[in-house]
């Protein structure tokens, strides 16, 4: 269910929402290789009109589920964006559009989640990678001396 205010309620006081929206919803759950949002966006939204605006303000918090940029393994990201500001015009040419004096606030929240995703999500700092195994075998063996053919070494010998 999309998140929706009422614009007429909000002539009489501030509005308050908390509650989740489904990751279906905000429409992110494809598309990305190492970040995939499944689990739902718990939100706690304060709704406020300010003349001819309405600022909505808040925190959203979801959790990622990634896979490590460097090694893939998959961790969970805990996705937190404590003070979400967003401040809708209800007049003018960036006016937001209005259907029953209803203003849909979950596109908003889709960029602004989506913006929030780690670019190159590491499962720790310090993570170093998938492990090198040919340079690992090679570290291990003592490279043997190659053996001269007498006749090449001679060759080597001559200058042009």
Known sequence: MPLVINIRHLEEKDLHFEGEIAA???ELAAGEDLVRLRQP???D???HQAGRNVLVSGRLE???DCECARCLKPFVFNLQVPEWVLHLPLEGEEKVDLKNDMVDLTPFLRE????EFPQHPLCTEDCAGLPNRLNASKKTETPAPTPVAPAWAELNKLKF
């Open 62 to 64: 979801a959790g990622l």
């Open 41 to 43: 966006v718990r939100y």
């Open 112 to 115: 602004d989640i989506l913006l």
């Open 24 to 26: 279906e919803e905000l």
């Open 45 to 47: 939204l304060t709704v």
